[in-house]
């Protein structure tokens, strides 16, 4: 199965700075087949971007994702209170499905 | 707009089976547009994909599971379900359903609230 390792694995960073989170397969994720997603303490996981750069329904434009087979990443332009979270990504390129261990963004 | 809300017992005793339900609302769960999918949650710790499931009653698990997992589908109800039978302490995590789009792509959205399943005598 692929292993997706996410960098770095807490971001303390203070409102309005741009945050820039990593995730790394241990091989090829075939057709950008990643998906990232926002979980807030106490929450369900909430959908961010899939296909690797689509945002999904409703997910601010601040929100970006990019890269290709093995390097990913999910870029927030200018962080905002609402934002201090835990972020996973996902890969269904090959199965079973599988997640990364996850990188908390904190208040700074 | 679709929501999903996960039911079942909260606590389950070692080697029994844990049994929940995923009822769906605001879309039919037989339009053949998505598959419906379970994913679990070990407190404080990362995401686990178990399986998802066709309208039509196709299943699909991960491998790591896939002996002691059974995902089943009621479309009378609106419902699908999932079953893990064998339960350790290890199975303890909050459960989640979730919504997968028709297709070649695999990701979760929406997802329902979640339920904490502990495993314990």
């Known amino acids: 199965e692929i292993v997706l390792t996410q960098s770095p694995g807490t971001l303390s960073l203070s409102p309005g700075e741009r945050a820039t989170l990593s995730c790394r397969a241990s091989?090829?994720?075939?057709?950008?087949?990643l998906a990232w997603y926002q979980q807030k303490p106490g929450q369900a996981p909430r959908l961010l971007i899939y296909?690797?750069?689509s945002r999904a329904t409703g997910i601010p434009d601040r929100f970006s994702g990019s890269g290709s087979g093995t390097d990913f990443t999910l870029t927030i332009s200018r962080l905002e209170p609402e934002d201090f979270a835990v972020y996973y990504c996902?890969?269904?390129?090959?199965?079973?499905?599988?997640f990364g261990q996850g990188t908390k963004v904190e208040i700074k | 707009q679709v929501q999903l809300q996960e039911s079942g017992p909260g606590l389950v005793k070692p080697s029994q089976t844990l049994s929940l339900t995923c009822t769906v609302s605001?879309?039919?769960?037989?339009?053949?547009?998505?598959?419906w999918s379970w994913i679990r949650q070990p407190p404080g710790k990362g995401l686990e994909w178990i399986g998802y499931?066709?309208?039509?009653?196709?299943?699909y698990y991960n491998p790591s599971l896939k002996s002691r997992v059974t995902i089943s589908v009621d479309t009378s109800k609106n419902q699908f379900s999932l079953k893990l039978s064998s339960v350790t302490a290890a199975d303890t995590a909050v459960y989640y359903c979730?919504?997968?789009?028709w297709g070649p792509g695999v990701w979760f959205d929406p997802w329902g609230q979640g339920t904490l399943v502990t495993v314990s005598s």
């Open positions: 996902q890969q269904y390129g090959s199965s079973p499905v599988t």
């Open positions: 091989q090829s994720v075939s057709s950008s087949y």
């Open positions: 296909g690797a750069s």
């Open positions: 605001g879309g039919s769960i037989s339009s053949g547009d998505y598959y």
């Open positions: 499931i066709y309208y039509s009653g196709s299943t």
């Open positions: 979730a919504r997968v789009p």
